[in-house]
């Protein structure tokens, strides 16, 4: 559905802001509790529980996340898991958020419903609540949705992108390339895993996969290493496979660089027991595939055959218009 | 300054998102801890204290809340000091900001630089730290920067929107009106004095004027009261008057009306001794004007001679394109 309208009826600027937060109060519905523990008052109240606070922030933005191919509610789903991804990749539990929208005032009521409605049984699956937010006119054909998601250590730590020694090894979830397939809206963040992983002391780092191995993988990398990726071993997804074969590139072209996986980097440490370690994931997660990929290695003693990742790319933000 | 180049070396597109990410943590200098504390990785980690935690978030978009007459540095302070004025209309103390950007990729470097060197000054006069963000390709001429703070109550409560009782006094901060002069950018958050005023339990609500007067005070008049405003007390600002000599409306009307004042608006209990409380006050903030400017009464029995509200409205945030 396109979110805009010529129909001023159907447009939000027919109901006028007013109007329209106690109509979303009532799309988001149990996920939006009463001010000041929500929307209503100056700022919204989430009562800490004395443990480090998580803070991320990621927008969907109309031409740039989705267009009009994508259902609105996949679009509020997608809004909230982005986030939870960030989340789970530091092995924490989600609590609420809050989101800020810029749009059309010619943007459909019924859109604008539907992204809510589908924002809030996100929110009910994983359990966060959406305690406030802000509506703001933006230009014509414009609509972006700013979501700040607040979290807590699911237990006693958190794990944090440093941390890498040489001679660690690099696990990755699931399978990567092809989001655009469908990937990059029907994924599911990987907050128990997350959880799961923060609770092992022989997981040394930690982060999502959102702009593609390639690049993200050297968020992880400390000064004087790299990481040795072993082509063989990288999880190819089916929807890679089926991108390449109409773009002409490789498959692992797009696994390595095509970005929203949402799946979950794991730096396990070098003196760590392998095989229990992938026994006890193979137990608690037997349905989500776990891929051993490499390495880190010394910069200058990089394994013969290992992935020149400088020949692949992942997402780059900011493009020439 | 215009914020969009069409020389491309000037643009952020020709630094690209990667080069981007160092030069803003420059710019930031001080006021930028680093990750996990900080931007760098998937959440930033904010130490709570176990007392609530405020949240709050506004954002600042070209063509909707500055034009190219305002400098980048007064846009970035503007930005964090909307969102500490909801912190101060609760009585909080500011800790940590997240920073959302959505940007033509023809923004230009110099516009966005000192941006942020505007954010970063607000941020170490306030005592906030900027712990984390996102950036994303917006369409052309497009700017919107949608910033989450974050706070805690300073003292033992913080002071919501609900509460009024009937025979409760309405006092204000400042003066109001004609913002569009000047202050919708040179405003001081009423911090320091959400602090002082969350610590006397003779407040029972207050709120910030952001929407203007008429607009706002229906959030802080519970159902079956009504505010009973005195039109002669009502503080009007001299640029309310510059306005009014232009537009051919009363000073009042600009005034009630304008918005984006960032005074306080004070509730307090009907039980309190008013003379103590303003002479408290003068002591305290003896250059900031503070005005009793009505009551709440009982929705029948206004009593003659109050400012009729529905004559006067506030800033609406979706109208018509």
Known sequence: MNPFTSIRAESVAALGEQRLL???KRWLGKTSP??????GDDCAVVRASGKAMLI???PVIYGQHFDETLSPRAV???LLKRNLSDIAAMGGRPLAAVVSLALDANTRIAWLRDFYRGLA???HRFNVKIVGGDITQGP????GAFLTLHGEAAGNRIITRGGAMPGDRIFVTGTLGGSLLGRHHNFVPRLAEGVWLARRRD???MMDVSDGLAKDLHSLTPAGLAPALCATSIPISAAARKCAAVTKQTPLFHALGDGEDYELLIVVCYRADLRKFERAWKRRFPRLRLSLIGTFAQKDRLPEGAVQ???FSGYEHLRDA
């Open 22 to 24: 106690p109509e979303i």
């Open 34 to 39: 009463a001010a000041p523990f929500g929307m």
């Open 56 to 58: 991320t922030t990621d």
């Open 76 to 78: 509020g789903a997608k």
């Open 121 to 123: 049984a996100a929110a």
């Open 140 to 143: 014509v054909g414009f609509f």
């Open 203 to 205: 997981i040394c780092a």
């Open 309 to 311: 990742l400088s020949n």
